[in-house]
């Protein structure tokens, strides 16, 4: 059994918070990764923003603070500092230090990071092949690995449909990610040749803490016009828990997302991808990763494709019916316990 340590200086949570409402994409990561890591038989404990200590499905979770000093042990076999500076060096006498990131890299480029990539050099922890090409070469760190996402088992546990679901498109991302987009090619060119279907909103800021309050704003004038095109079939949910969202995925017909420069893996994507859900992606940062081209949904270069294959999915029951197959059969093969096998392999490399 080995001594496994998670420092985050980010957003308030636990592994709770999942259970009972909407979280962000690192923060549900976090929180699979470090339950299976407990599962695999190690001693996990995470220090992050929570506001108390408890244990929480084998894992000791307890303020990153007490009394205005960090409150970490003093040694581990594996500590993985998540994303921020200030976490890097914290664990000197740690067997091995990696630092997983999630955002695009160039953020590394600031001085406060270069100085302690190359002073202390841990491996640096990305997330797909398009999130490596983020970073330059020539920067400092120490190994580079790719460990994707896994996808949690409780969107993976569907077998194909026998029925048809209705005519219902979905968004579960953040509005900030081109939903202003989506919602004028929906009421120009998609409603009108698919006239009862809906467009289903699963979006918020709530989903992203004190972050998605410092955007609160942009999100909301978005919001604002999604909320004035019920006439056009667009339904504005919101976000939800986990368990509630499996079940929309079940009752979706296709996800339209087009992708964003910014993203580094989607896990929205795929775990809509891992329930039978074909989607509709443009060739723009990591969604090209998450969606097998032609066989789960489609890949596409513009405006006009991706309307096309959307009304394609919206009503060609032949189509839908080949790709739900495809994406249930495919898309939910690398889960979050091979994925903690990988963070594991990271103690003997």
């Given at each position: 059994?080995?001594q496994?340590?998670?420092?985050?200086?980010?957003?308030?949570?636990?592994?709770?918070?999942p259970?009972?409402?909407?979280?962000?994409?690192?923060?549900?990561?976090?929180?699979?990764?470090?339950?299976?890591?407990?599962?695999?038989?190690h001693?996990?404990?995470?220090r992050?923003?929570?506001?108390?200590?408890?244990?929480?499905?084998?894992?000791?979770w307890?303020?990153?603070?007490?009394?205005?000093?960090y409150?970490?042990?003093?040694?581990?076999?594996?500590?993985?500092?998540?994303?921020?500076?200030?976490?890097?060096?914290?664990m000197?006498?740690?067997?091995?230090?990696?630092?997983?990131?999630?955002?695009p890299a160039r953020?590394l480029?600031?001085w406060?990071y270069?100085?302690?990539?190359?002073?202390?050099?841990?491996?640096?922890?990305f997330?797909?092949?398009?999130?490596?090409?983020?970073?330059?070469?020539?920067?400092?760190g120490?190994?580079?690995?790719i460990i994707?996402?896994?996808?949690?088992?409780?969107?993976?546990?569907?077998?194909?449909?026998?029925?048809l679901?209705?005519?219902k498109?979905?968004f579960?991302?953040?509005?900030?990610?081109?939903?202003?987009w989506?919602?004028?090619?929906?009421?120009?060119?998609?409603?009108?040749?698919?006239?009862?279907?809906?467009?289903?909103?699963?979006?918020g800021?709530e989903?992203?803490?004190?972050?998605?309050a410092?955007?609160?704003s942009?999100?909301?004038?978005?919001?604002?016009?999604?909320?004035?095109l019920?006439n056009?079939?667009?339904v504005?949910?919101?976000?939800?828990?986990?368990?509630?969202?499996?079940?929309?995925f079940?009752?979706a017909?296709?996800?339209?997302?087009?992708?964003d420069?910014n993203?580094?893996?989607?896990?929205?994507?795929?775990?809509?991808?891992?329930?039978?859900?074909?989607?509709?992606?443009?060739?723009?940062?990591?969604?090209?990763?998450?969606?097998?081209?032609?066989?789960?949904?489609a890949?596409?270069?513009?405006?006009s494709?991706?309307?096309?294959?959307?009304?394609?999915?919206?009503?060609?029951?032949?189509?839908?019916r080949?790709?739900?197959?495809?994406?249930?059969?495919?898309?939910?093969?690398?889960?979050?316990?091979k994925?903690?096998?990988?963070?594991?392999?990271?103690?003997?490399?």
């Amino acid at each position: 059994m080995a001594q496994i340590v998670l420092a985050d200086d980010g957003i308030e949570f636990d592994g709770n918070t999942p259970r009972y409402g909407p979280l962000g994409g690192v923060e549900s990561s976090i929180v699979n990764l470090v339950e299976e890591l407990a599962r695999l038989g190690h001693k996990v404990s995470v220090r992050n923003m929570c506001r108390e200590a408890r244990m929480i499905a084998g894992v000791d979770w307890a303020p990153l603070f007490l009394d205005k000093k960090y409150n970490i042990p003093k040694k581990a076999d594996l500590y993985i500092a998540n994303r921020g500076d200030k976490l890097i060096g914290l664990m000197p006498e740690a067997r091995r230090t990696v630092f997983w990131i999630h955002n695009p890299a160039r953020y590394l480029m600031k001085w406060r990071y270069l100085r302690q990539l190359w002073r202390l050099k841990p491996a640096i922890i990305f997330i797909g092949d398009y999130h490596a090409s983020t970073y330059p070469s020539w920067a400092p760190g120490g190994d580079r690995v790719i460990i994707p996402y896994g996808i949690s088992g409780e969107f993976c546990k569907f077998t194909p449909r026998e029925d048809l679901p209705p005519r219902k498109a979905i968004f579960t991302s953040n509005p900030l990610r081109s939903l202003d987009w989506l919602l004028q090619i929906w009421v120009d060119r998609i409603y009108p040749r698919v006239s009862d279907a809906e467009l289903h909103l699963f979006s918020g800021s709530e989903t992203y803490g004190k972050t998605g309050a410092e955007k609160n704003s942009q999100m909301e004038e978005i919001l604002d016009k999604a909320r004035s095109l019920k006439n056009y079939g667009v339904v504005l949910r919101g976000p939800v828990s986990k368990p509630q969202l499996i079940q929309e995925f079940r009752e979706a017909r296709v996800m339209l997302y087009r992708g964003d420069l910014n993203e580094t893996f989607c896990l929205a994507v795929g775990e809509a991808q891992a329930s039978g859900v074909p989607a509709v992606v443009q060739k723009l940062g990591s969604v090209i990763e998450r969606v097998i081209n032609g066989e789960t949904g489609a890949v596409v270069g513009t405006d006009s494709e991706f309307i096309n294959f959307a009304i394609e999915l919206l009503n060609d029951d032949v189509v839908w019916r080949r790709q739900h197959n495809a994406a249930l059969a495919k898309q939910g093969l690398w889960n979050w316990h091979k994925a903690a096998k990988a963070f594991e392999k990271l103690m003997i490399t």
